[in-house]
């Protein structure tokens, strides 16, 4: 299983685990489990989301306590119980898939935490804090005021301090749970350089990301894990894309371009000249009914505030909005929900969906009036409405009271996207609708827009992952700077020409 | 300048709403503006200036405490009783005792919270009965009014002869709560430690993955207040000279106010010692002027209700929406910087 052979003789492991299984409220999330780092590598851990990735990281740092029976060796010596603050004193850093960050202490406290963590009293330094801080954030390239409050930052600032804070002190091994998931193609370029830096200093990384791509790119070894079993170990050398798919979930995906003729179908929303200084301007395009137009750009070119403003968050300065002919004013996204424009948030963690609410309370949450009976909701209704969604949309669930929570990021896309179809809207807008959703249901989720698509529904899909848009668009606008920046037809153009073009 | 306003509004705008108070409390009463009246106020609030650097402390952490009043009138009682077992103690003697109570009692909450996953308002709400009732049904209810001499007797470290004859006092108490306002805010700002309150308040989940000691959090917390308590239990006997079961009971939410007013947050890891002295400085003066001014009693909590609504309206996060021009640049420059 192991591939290390192929160094001759093999060095001995930095990392190793054996017969890891971690069990959650009767559900297993890791089944005999091993895994292996060697020094100075850098190590994939791929997997769907759900398949346990996550959770590993989080036994091999302490924050969970496997079964009985688990070995976990570090530089050769058994750690027989592993702690968060073993972990750090090993020299294991971690870059959280939730950043783990402190958003009320400083930058620079956020960065140079470890300086304040242990638990023998000391005195703290700011000036040297300071120094430490602004050290890391040299290292990655980035000038960031490290006085101020970390919650001023947009969240790609917050992944960039987070990504700093594990460079500072002696790291041996760093974990990078979706280390890029809200960085630009620069920022990840410049991520992927210190990557190779440490490892080429001896430092060992382990790469969990959703873009299969970058991880080719940057690991020798791959470790895949399906539904908490461990596939297997394998070597990226001459791996492709499509192949470490099929591991990740045992079957295989073809990827066409899905883009279709419109230009016949009726105009359904109309938009001319639409501006709102300081966000976007002169925004002009037609959504006919049966179209996918994808919409993508980087991060703060607009797409959002556009999105925001077709449901009636915020609005314009200038410029009409026509709804199948009729002027579309909307003074609150009330207005715009009734007027049959549905928007799924980007932020579906914090935004979307109400986490500890249950998944039926969830999907009917923009809909309950279509289910009052003699002004009060009648449980009748609630139950055959979510269970009609529930099947069309094919979400996997237990109980339709359990909490959302407990689904796959996946499912909870599939149950926010019902919330929203059960307004029986005529545009939807899908902002960053595949955000912490895995390969295997991205596809789903993809299946999804484009059946609503071929029933007549005029979907906007927003996404800074070209291919994305490319794949699944019928037309695409490319925003930069608030403005439309170029139109693509995914039919005549490749996906290298649309990429270029973007990230230019 | 901007930058050190932005990250201490709330601080700011308390000191605003107290200047503008005082300027007019200075021209309705005649003896508000006085040294010995700015005395007075300090002598008056050092005991409720104590307790809410200790719930200060607590809240940071993300808790907070409803009990720390009940139990310093338990301090008081059974220190004062334990002392003349002992043949009567003295200052040190004194301090020691009240202090090791209180601790032990903030640990009671402490383990409440952290051994039985209790939050901490209803933990608290339960031991702020218990407390209390056990004090009551001990004491039946009766006041000591025969304290030992040390504690009765008027320590004045600093005096001044007015022009109208009166003396203006700084006593004992004012002192002790300029050391523990003192100490706790080196606590919170200059040590590892207190960082650690911050960041464990701020994000639990990542403070533990950090290694951070989640039980040592609490008990260092609750024991911190606990420790604030008996020391302002301990002070407001001496200041009173007298102990009365039922003294310090409803203080809790008038110190629990001054310091959420003072900007520390309900939900952990926010908030300032400098603060949360404005915060209670504010309520304080305010009463005291009312009271110079000869309006009845009975119209003070309603008064100092409004107040602490206007001043926390203020002082929110708000207040880009009340200044656009100048909040905003100052905001922008921030950011460049």
């Known amino acids: 299983m192991s591939n290390a052979t192929e160094t001759g003789a093999a060095a001995p492991p930095l990392l190793s685990l054996r017969n890891i299984n971690m069990t959650f409220g009767g559900v297993r999330a890791l089944k005999n489990v091993s895994f292996e780092v060697m020094p100075g590598e850098v190590h994939c851990l791929a997997g769907e989301n759900g398949c346990g990735k996550s959770t590993l990281i989080k036994v091999i740092t302490g ?292 986490q500890p609410q249950s998944i039926a309370d969830n999907l009917v949450q923009a809909s309950l009036d279509s289910i009052l009976s003699g002004g009060l909701i009648s449980s009748e209704k609630k139950r055959s409405l979510v269970a009609r969604w529930i099947a069309d949309l094919g979400v996997k669930i237990g109980k339709q009271e359990d909490a959302i929570c407990t689904l796959s990021g996946g499912n909870q896309q599939r149950v926010a996207i019902a919330k929203w179809l059960a307004t029986n809207p005529k545009v939807l807008i899908l902002d960053a609708p595949t955000v912490g959703v895995d390969v295997g249901a991205r596809a789903g989720i993809f299946e999804i827009v484009a059946r609503l698509a071929e029933a007549g529904l005029a979907i906007i899909l927003i996404s800074d992952e070209v291919p994305e848009v490319y794949f699944n668009a019928d037309r695409v606008i490319h925003m930069e700077k608030g403005r439309i920046a170029g139109w693509h037809d995914p039919r005549s153009t490749t996906l290298k020409d649309m990429e270029a073009a973007v990230y230019a | 300048m901007r930058k050190l306003f932005l990250s201490h509004t709330t601080e700011y705008v308390l000191l605003i709403v107290i200047a503008v108070i005082s300027i007019y409390l200075s021209f309705a009463a005649d003896r508000f503006f006085t040294l010995g009246n700015a005395f007075d106020l300090l002598n008056i609030s050092a005991v409720n200036i104590i307790f809410a650097v200790g719930l200060l402390v607590v809240l940071i952490a993300g808790g907070i405490d409803i009990s720390f009043a009940v139990a310093a009138s338990v301090v008081q009682y059974v220190a004062v009783l334990l002392l003349e077992r002992i043949g009567g103690g003295g200052w040190i003697s004194g301090l020691v005792v009240a202090a090791g109570i209180g601790v032990a009692l903030g640990a009671v909450n402490a383990f409440l919270v952290h051994r039985f996953r209790i939050i901490s308002i209803v933990a608290t709400i339960a031991t702020f009965n218990v407390y209390f009732g056990l004090l009551m049904f001990f004491t039946k209810g009766v006041s000591i009014y025969n304290l030992p001499d040390w504690l009765t007797t008027r320590v004045i470290v600093y005096e001044r002869e007015m022009a109208d004859g009166t003396w203006a006092e700084i006593t004992l108490p004012v002192v002790v709560m300029m050391v523990c306002v003192l100490v706790t805010w080196l606590f919170i700002t200059r040590t590892t430690t207190g960082r650690q309150l911050y960041a464990f308040g701020d994000n639990p989940e990542g403070a533990r993955r950090f290694g951070i000691n989640i039980g040592a959090m609490q008990f260092i917390a609750f024991g911190w207040l606990g420790l604030m308590a008996g020391i302002a239990g301990l002070m407001q006997a001496h200041y009173a000279q007298e102990v009365v079961p039922n003294a310090l009971y409803g203080c809790e939410l008038d110190v629990l106010a001054a310091v959420v007013l003072g900007g520390a947050r309900l939900g952990g890891g926010k908030g300032s010692v400098f603060g949360c002295v404005l915060g209670v400085l504010l309520v304080s003066i305010t009463q005291n002027g009312l009271n110079l001014m000869g309006v009845s009693p009975f119209a003070f909590k309603m008064i100092v209700g409004a107040i602490i609504l206007v001043a926390i309206t203020l002082s929110s996060a708000r207040l880009g929406n009340l200044l656009p021009a100048f909040a905003k640049t100052a905001k922008t420059e921030g950011a460049n910087r």
Request: aromatic share 6%; no cysteine; charged share 20%.
């Open chain 1, 63 to 354: 924050v969970y306590k496997p079964a009985a029976g688990a070995e976990i060796a570090f530089d050769g010596e058994t750690v027989p119980h592993m702690t968060p603050g073993i972990a750090q004193s090993l020299g294991i850093k971690v870059i959280w898939q939730d950043l783990a960050l402190f958003p009320e202490m400083t930058v620079a406290e956020n960065i140079a935490f470890q300086t304040l963590s242990g638990a023998r009293p000391r005195f703290v330094s700011y000036p040297k804090i300071r120094r430490i801080a602004e050290e890391a954030l040299a290292r990655l390239g980035v000038k960031l005021d490290v006085d101020r409050p970390l919650k001023d930052f947009a969240i790609a600032q917050r992944q960039i301090v987070a990504i700093a804070r594990a460079l500072v002190g002696e790291a041996r091994i760093v974990f990078m749970d979706e280390p890029t998931a809200s960085l630009t193609q620069a920022e990840t370029d410049h991520l992927l350089s210190i990557v190779h830096t440490l490892s080429a200093s001896g430092v060992a990384v382990v790469f969990v990301s959703h873009r299969l791509a970058e991880v080719l790119e940057i690991s020798s070894r791959l470790t895949v894990l399906r539904d908490g079993n461990l596939v297997g170990v394998y070597p990226v050398a001459g791996m492709t894309q499509s192949r470490v798919t099929e591991l990740m979930t045992g079957r295989t995906f073809d990827q066409n371009v899905r883009a279709r003729d419109v230009s016949k179908n009726p105009v359904v929303l109309s938009v001319k000249g639409l501006s709102r200084p300081g966000e976007f301007s002169d925004i002009s395009f037609e959504l006919r009914r049966g179209e996918t137009l994808g919409v993508t750009g980087l991060l703060g070119s607009g797409r959002t505030e556009l999105a925001l403003t077709l449901f009636g968050m915020r609005q314009a300065a200038s410029g009409t909005v026509t709804l199948e002919g009729v002027p579309a004013y909307f003074s609150s996204n009330r207005e715009a929900i009734a007027a049959g424009i549905a928007y799924l948030s980007e932020d579906r963690l914090a935004l979307g969906l109400n």
